[in-house]
Nanobody, 119 residues
Framework: QVQLVESGGGLVQAGGSLRLSCVASGRIFSINAMGWYRQAPGKQREQVAA???????NYADSVKGRFTISRDNAKNTVYLQMNSLKPEDTGVYYCNGRWRALAAVGDYWGQGTQVTVSS
């Protein structure tokens, strides 16, 4: 099993910045990629950014140029730096760890951290 614990959410004005952190523990060697998802009220959970074990990254179009995902392997931590925040970035942000084994794939999730951007 893998445990993921997020931190760093909060209330910020539009144009501001926040940095989210996700600390992984347990069988972390089983994880191939880490990512951040968010869920706004009344909407489906969507992927915001992801980073592979090799360091490749990808972003949702809505956050490109504003958000940066990174990882510190020595600290088993993944970060999401969020700049130029907009009210539409409001939601619960979840850390995700994806594992793959042959034809199987699965996800680990953190408990989520609330991000609220005021206009």
């Amino acid at each position: 099993q893998v445990q993921l614990v997020e931190s760093g959410g909060g209330l910020v004005q539009a144009g501001g910045s926040l940095r989210l952190s996700c600390v992984a523990s347990g069988r972390i060697f089983s994880i191939n990629a880490m990512g951040w998802y968010r869920q706004a009220p009344g909407k489906q959970r969507e992927q915001v950014a992801a980073i592979t074990s090799g360091g490749s990254t990808n972003y949702a179009d809505s956050v490109k140029g504003r958000f940066t995902i990174s990882r510190d392997n020595a600290k088993n931590t993944v970060y999401l730096q969020m700049n130029s925040l907009k009210p539409e970035d409001t939601g619960v942000y979840y850390c995700n760890g994806r594992w793959r084994a042959l034809a199987a794939v699965g996800d680990y999730w953190g408990q989520g951290t609330q991000v609220t951007v005021s206009s």
